[in-house]
T-cell receptor, first 111, second 113 residues
Framework: GENVEQHPSTLSVQEGDSAVIKCTYSDSASNYFPWYKQELGKRPQLIIDIRSNVGEKKDQRIAVTLNKTAKHFSLHITETQPEDSAVYFCAAANSGYALNFGKGTSLLVTP | DVKVTQSSRYLVKRTGEKVFLECVQDMDHENMFWYRQDPGLGLRLIYFSYDVKMKEKGDIPEGYSVSREKKERFSLILESASTNQTSMYLC????????????FGPGTRLTVT
């Protein structure tokens, strides 16, 4: 089955800096790659996703890039703010059905 | 606004008890999922269902079963709870359509003593 590796497991940045989280996947049939943000004590929420027919997608300060050949995708957060502090999960799936999640990255943005 | 609710936020059960976790969604979604979340392990899929009375095993189905008698409700059953099933359980749903977004419930923190 699909195996998703996520790095780093923890990341600390200063407010205003950029943060990058990387994921690799194993199943070449995977074609959907979402990123979820989970704040402390809350449910995971989708922040951005990308499909395999697109190499990059942006939404304000957040961007995701996908390299299908290398089977890796990354989340980029620019101009980080304290409210970006959370656990971020990447995932991969074939046509969006059963998501296979990475183990998460705990991001801390210090003022 | 999509709403996914779970029957309990916190639950404490004894070893060997039968445990029911309920999940209800109000958006007429065809697909529903049960995950467990443990520190350092991320979210792991237990079971999912793409239609009423249909179910598929996820990555860690051992010790669990599910029931989907109505479209809006998906139940996770622990036939005989064990301490290693102490965890956070998250339910999610999504439609069958262009959007693949999964909407999560608030989670049930289950402690088995």
């Amino acid at each position: 089955g699909e195996n998703v590796e996520q790095h780093p497991s923890t990341l600390s940045v200063q407010e205003g800096d950029s943060a990058v989280i990387k994921c690799t996947y194993s199943d070449s049939a995977s074609n959907y790659f979402p990123w979820y943000k989970q704040e402390l004590g809350k449910r995971p929420q989708l922040i951005i996703d990308i499909r395999s027919n697109v190499g990059e997608k942006k939404d304000q300060r957040i961007a995701v890039t996908l390299n299908k050949t290398a089977k890796h995708f990354s989340l980029h957060i620019t101009e980080t703010q304290p409210e970006d502090s959370a656990v971020y999960f990447c995932a991969a799936a074939n046509s969006g059905y059963a998501l296979n999640f990475g183990k998460g990255t705990s991001l801390l943005v210090t003022p | 606004d999509v709403k996914v609710t779970q029957s309990s936020r916190y639950l404490v059960k004894r070893t060997g008890e039968k445990v029911f976790l309920e999940c209800v969604q109000d958006m007429d979604h065809e697909n529903m999922f049960w995950y467990r979340q443990d520190p350092g392990l991320g979210l792991r899929l237990i079971y999912f269902s793409y239609d009423v009375k249909m179910k598929e095993k996820g990555d860690i189905p051992e010790g669990y079963s599910v029931s989907r008698e109505k479209k809006e409700r998906f139940s996770l059953i622990l036939e005989s709870a064990s301490t290693n099933q102490t965890s956070m359980y998250l339910c999610a749903s999504r439609s069958t359509g262009i959007s693949y977004e999964q909407y999560f419930g608030p989670g049930t923190r289950l402690t088995v003593t």
